[in-house]
Nanobody
Framework: VQLQASGGGLVQAGGSLRLSCVAS????????MGWFRQAPGKEREFVAV????????YYADSVKGRFTISRDNVKNTVYLQMNSLKPEDTAVYYC???????????????????WGQGTQVTVSS
């Protein structure tokens, strides 16, 4: 499966952005979909994940209540709505697809089978 992320940009603290990730090449609804981020000099970290039918979602504590992950299995797209952005949210954001039957170990990058190319999010103070 190929993943194409978009929607990043420069925003002031307190602002909002919506990231999108379009999948192609396979049946989108077969994959749990996650978002990760990586800031300069730091390891890639889990942000959010949604199960194959969107019925289950999980978030990193640092974004809980501010970010919302959703998916549209007709449009083969997963979204990350980011509100109340903070400078510490600045990172390259990646979408990823997990072909596992059960959603588990979702915080670990090695769980995911496919990755998008990343989109830069910069939050100014």
């Amino acid at each position: 499966v190929q993943l194409q992320a978009s929607g990043g940009g420069l925003v002031q603290a307190g602002g909002s952005l919506r990231l999108s990730c379009v999948a192609s090449g396979s049946t989108f609804s077969n994959y749990h979909m996650g978002w990760f981020r990586q800031a300069p000099g730091k390891e890639r970290e889990f942000v959010a994940v949604t199960s194959r039918n969107g019925g289950s979602t999980y978030y990193a504590d640092s974004v809980k209540g501010r970010f919302t992950i959703s998916r549209d299995n007709v449009k083969n797209t997963v979204y990350l709505q980011m509100n109340s952005l903070k400078p510490e949210d600045t990172a390259v954001y990646y979408c990823a697809a997990d072909f596992s039957y059960l959603i588990s170990d979702y915080r670990l990058p090695r769980t995911y089978d496919y990755w998008g190319q990343g989109t830069q999010v910069t939050v100014s103070s």
